[in-house]
């Protein structure tokens, strides 16, 4: 069975830094693509950064292009998201989830496990 474990969030002020880490178990995760998402109550969730496995390719949302920085470990299935200047918008749970290689990877619709979640709050 299939788990992601997050872990990393926390309260940090405006401008500064966290470091996410989801640790991922139960597959072989080389034709696997990982994301991270976040999710404001109210809102849709919405893409944040993700990987795949095939071909170490990473793409980024908009929001977070140049301040979010997100990377891996295959050996470990793990995968980490670098989250610096933080600002009051990214408050949010962060989720991590996994879907197959052929997925688009900003649908999150697409995928197939996610982790519990991690709060991640930002104050002014």
């Known amino acids: 069975q299939v788990q992601l474990v997050e872990s990393g969030g926390g309260l940090v002020a405006a401008g500064g830094s966290l470091t996410l880490s989801c640790a991922a178990s139960?597959?072989?995760?080389?034709?696997?693509?990982m994301a991270w998402f976040r999710h404001i109550v109210g809102k849709e969730r919405e893409y944040v950064a993700g990987?795949?496995?095939?071909?170490?390719?990473?793409a980024y949302a908009d929001s977070v292009e140049g301040r979010f920085t997100m990377s891996g470990d295959s050996a470990e299935n793990t995968v980490y998201l670098q989250m610096n200047n933080l600002t009051p918008e990214d408050t949010a749970v962060y989720y991590c989830?996994?879907?197959?290689?052929?997925?688009?990877?900003?649908?999150?619709?697409?995928?197939?496990?996610w982790g519990q979640g991690t709060q991640v709050t930002v104050s002014s």
């Open positions: 989830a996994v879907g197959n290689s052929l997925i688009p990877l900003r649908d999150y619709t697409r995928y197939i496990y």
């Open positions: 139960g597959d072989t995760f080389t034709n696997y693509v």
């Open positions: 990987l795949s496995w095939n071909g170490r390719s990473i």
